[in-house]
């Protein structure tokens, strides 16, 4: 990414010149980015967003692979704070697919009229905190400036997306991409020989889409997931009028749950109950939409132990029943990581690709790729020629969206050097040392908006009370970060989530430190410790 600025600016007359004022710069016009819009102007406050993309949306611009959907229910995922939102818009599935969400976020964006306040092709190169003024300046990578007093980092946490450093890709003489950067236009891959590398919670939804359309699918799978039937359908106008009707009974639920989904958790344990009860349900809840038979399942399958392998062993049978081929068949069964330990891909069809002639799976742990040729790409033990190759390589999680930016404290110290050993923030949303700087961390583990809208508020009101006070600058601790640090590094080592090697940990990206990405609290927590923290005057900031 270019840089047009020096490695420690300063902020002089000179670059005063030609550079925009707001009271709040935002950067993304995703779910996130555009939620903070609407909330800080209708503060009365001049508000500028500033967006890489062409249009709103974030993740739901870029990831248009086909087979993009949400796994969580589509009503659940909508902003909650308009009534007449709520009730103007028709979701026409239960998971909603990349388009549908995308005109969910356009409808939105127009309703409340905030293009208005969003620049688009905008990407912001860097950040500098102006120490003598407090405010932000920011560089565009067009060579546009601005200025604010807060700078709001709405960047997304699944946003940096990641290709593996493989010898040769600038050979490659067919067409490739990222999932995350899916070309507008679509790619053509009917009748063509594709390669996916990649078989997270992407790579299931785009291979089971494109399987029908292209000449020959070769997928290359590192570790095997544990992936549940999604059961998706359309809503008709009954369910429609009934989850409109219902729709603070949904929310309220969703405020209960440690991951804001609606999935009640059964506070039984698996163990507790009797082995024919305990099948019952397991098979009850797999048959069910959704997230429900991995979240309103038996606490303990969500603790490493008996009931977490119980239902692995369960899941494992459900996967091995669906593949023909046996030997395809345990290649596609986990057996490395716990049930649970990495994000659960829904799907659709999925384990029924590799019962057609046209797919092929390649172990790529077994024969690892040794690099991309021109025509494809050579294993240890085969070449496999390939016109499209497909990169379903996920994203440098949470903080690599912030520290591709190159954003400047007060001393010249660069974000990029504060997180080298992973994350360093009080509760995600300030780092000591870059005042007025709210980075909006993603939920790590939840369901999105439900987690960004109380966040959102948060910042609101304290930006509002700071104004009531005539105050203009405020900075987290290094002691309530270091505390904060500790209390991740803690309570995040016991989470089923920190086992596995995956962006839940920063452990998908090479050299990255593992640490826990997101909060190891439940959100009614999080929520709570929030509140606290404002109660008593913000609490662990220092306001001035
Ligand atoms: P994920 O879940 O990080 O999955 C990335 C996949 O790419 C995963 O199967 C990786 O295997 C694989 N990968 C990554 N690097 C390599 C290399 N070098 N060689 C082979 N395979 C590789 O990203 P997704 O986009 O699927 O999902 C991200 C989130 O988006 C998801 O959690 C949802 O919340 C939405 P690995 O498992 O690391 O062995």
Redesign the pocket.
């Not at 290359?220 to 570790?223: A, C, I, K, L, N």
């Not at 379903?392 to 994203?395: E, F, P, S």
């Given at each position: 990414m270019g840089n047009p600025i020096q490695r420690t600016p300063t902020v002089g007359k000179d670059m005063m010149e030609d550079v925009e004022q707001f009271d709040v710069m935002i950067i993304g016009a995703g779910v996130t980015g555009l939620y903070a819009l609407y909330r800080l102007r209708a503060l009365g406050l001049s508000v500028r967003a500033f967006e890489a993309g062409g249009g709103v949306g974030g993740t739901w611009y870029w990831n248009r692979y086909p087979g993009a959907r949400f796994d969580s229910e589509s009503y659940t995922y909508g902003y909650s704070f308009s009534e007449a939102l709520l009730q103007e818009w028709d979701w026409q599935e239960h998971y909603a697919a990349q388009p549908e969400t995308e005109r969910y976020l356009n409808y939105v964006a127009d309703k409340f009229d905030l293009r208005r306040d969003i620049r688009f092709h905008a990407r912001v190169a860097s950040a500098v905190f102006d120490e003598g003024e407090d405010r932000w300046q920011v560089h565009l990578e067009d060579g546009h400036r601005a200025r604010a007093r807060f700078l709001i980092t709405a960047v997304g946490s699944?946003s940096a997306y990641?290709i593996?450093d493989?010898e040769g890709l600038d050979r490659f003489t067919g067409t490739w991409c990222h999932?995350?950067r899916w070309p507008a236009e679509g790619m053509d891959l009917a009748g063509k020989r594709v390669g996916v590398?990649?078989?997270?919670?992407?790579?299931?939804q785009l291979i089971t889409e494109i399987a029908n359309d292209v000449g020959h699918l070769t997928v290359?799978?590192?570790?095997a997931?544990y992936c549940a039937p999604l059961r998706n359908g359309p809503i008709d106008p009954a369910t429609q009028r009934q989850i409109k009707a219902s729709y603070p009974d949904i929310f309220q639920k969703c405020r209960e749950t440690a991951g804001s989904f609606i999935h009640q958790v059964d506070p039984r344990s698996a163990m507790d109950v009797a082995p024919d009860e305990r099948l019952e349900q397991y098979e009850r809840l797999w048959a069910a939409p959704g997230f429900k038979k991995w979240l309103a399942n038996f606490h303990d399958i969500m603790v490493p132990g008996k009931a977490n392998e119980d239902y692995a062993a369960f899941v494992r049978q459900k996967i091995r029943e669906r593949v023909k081929d046996p030997v395809v068949a345990e290649k596609l069964v986990p057996k490395d990581h716990l049930f649970g330990s990495?994000?659960l891909?829904c799907e659709s069809g999925y384990y029924e690709v590799y019962n057609r002639d046209n797919v092929l799976l390649v172990d790529?742990r077994e024969a690892p790729?040794e690099r991309i040729t021109p025509t494809g790409i050579t294993t240890r033990d085969a070449e496999y020629a390939l016109d499209v190759l497909i990169f379903?390589?996920?994203?440098d999680a949470v903080t690599g969206s912030l520290t591709r930016i190159d954003i400047h404290g007060t001393g010249g110290q660069t974000l990029q050097e504060k997180f080298a050993e992973g994350p360093r923030t009080y509760m995600g949303i300030q780092s000591a040392g870059f005042p007025n700087l709210f980075t909006m961390p993603g939920a790590g583990a939840g369901n999105f908006t439900r987690g960004c809208e109380p966040l959102v508020e948060w910042v609101r009101d304290c930006i509002g009370s700071m104004r009531a006070k005539g105050l203009t600058r405020i900075e987290a601790t290094p002691q309530a970060e270091e505390a904060w640090r500790a209390h991740v590094a803690e309570a995040g080592a016991t989470l089923l989530r920190s086992k596995a090697?995956?962006?839940f940990v920063g452990a998908?990206i090479p050299g990255k430190a593992r640490f826990l990405l997101g909060s190891p609290d439940s959100a009614p927590v999080m929520r709570a410790k929030r509140a606290e923290v404002a109660a008593q005057g913000y609490a662990g900031f220092r306001l001035q």
């Open positions: 699944l990641y593996p493989f999932t995350g590398i990649g078989t997270g919670a992407t790579g299931v290359f799978q590192r570790t997931n990495k994000r891909p790529v790729i379903a390589t996920g994203y090697n995956s962006w998908n």
